[in-house]
């Protein structure tokens, strides 16, 4: 609270500027997420919580699979490879049980990361892409998505969204953790659970030949297994009040974005003042942080999200 003396026709009069409290209230909502064995749980600073999800053999869901011996299965091996060589590709599918997280909850992050245990033939880009077809891990091949179960891939190589959801440059250095930010790609799980079929790594080129051996959940050193840590927040929250010093006669206006989760959000807003002042609230359309003349009062936000910011303005009238 900040405080401003004003000196009319020889009286002081004190003006007090409080911070503007806005009360948020989600909408009803619902969603389900699979559960998972975590490894540890940690609240940096803002409010973040992150989890990490290190998942053993039995839990664990992953492989890799050979262009060279389309009908190999590697659904039980302690690695996972990404090779470039024409004719020679190798390509590694991962799927993780994502953890049950609060409803509406914001993912700040999320980071892929596998420990490289074997390297060759110099640096590559590796994509992750989110593979779009349901994979046995026991019978997955280059041909097939469950050999078993006579399931083709209906792309050789695996059935995976061409749109990029991560990328990362692996050079030949060995034993080092690399990483994928694959934000996008987790939230989009959560807002559609049944849409997760996990990813495949996969380098966009064939040559020169490169190769990339990581450890795979199968791996004896537990602590060096794939890796998937999540980053979150509270549900529908907004950026930090502000206060300053004000004129009587002046209107202040502070600018806020609303931010809603996984969910999708229809939040009701409300302003006040401590000194009981007029209050309002605008849709700030353009996102400036300003008042203009084609922002419109509201006093709840549309149907928004998942994963969404919206700015809105509260403006304090200060009386004469």
Sequence with gaps: MKTKHLIRNGFSALVIIAALLL??????GASAAASAPIQSTAAPQGGVTCQVVQPGP????????????????????????VKTENGMLNRSLLQ???????????????????????????SVNINAHRVTASWNEDQVTWK??????????????????????????????KNVWRS?????????????????????LEAPVTNPKTEKKFKSSDDGTANQRPKLEI??????????????DGLAGQTKTYAHVVRVGNLVETVNLSASSSQGWTTRIYKDGNGNGAKDPEDT????????????????LVQLDIPL
């Design 23 to 28: 009360f948020p209230q989600a909408g009803t």
């Design 58 to 81: 039995t839990p664990g869901k992953d492989a890799y699979i050979k262009q060279d011996k389309v009908d190999k299965r590697h659904g039980g091996d302690s690695e996972l490879r």
């Design 96 to 122: 993780f049980a994502l953890p049950s997280l609060p409803a509406g909850t914001v993912i700040d992050s999320a980071t892929l990361s596998l420990y490289v245990k074997d390297a060759s033939g110099g």
């Design 144 to 173: 097939a998505r469950d050999k078993a179960a006579s399931l083709l891939w209906t792309n050789q190589g695996g059935d995976y969204d061409s749109a990029v959801a991560g990328s990362t440059t692996v050079d030949d250095t």
């Design 180 to 200: 994928w930010s694959v934000t996008g790609l987790v939230s989009g799980w959560y807002s559609n659970p049944s849409s997760n079929y996990g990813l495949i």
């Design 231 to 244: 980053c979150y927040t509270a549900g529908v929250t907004l950026e930090p009040d502000n206060s300053a």
């Design 297 to 312: 009062l509201i006093s709840q936000t549309p149907s928004i999200g998942p994963n969404a910011d919206y700015p809105i």
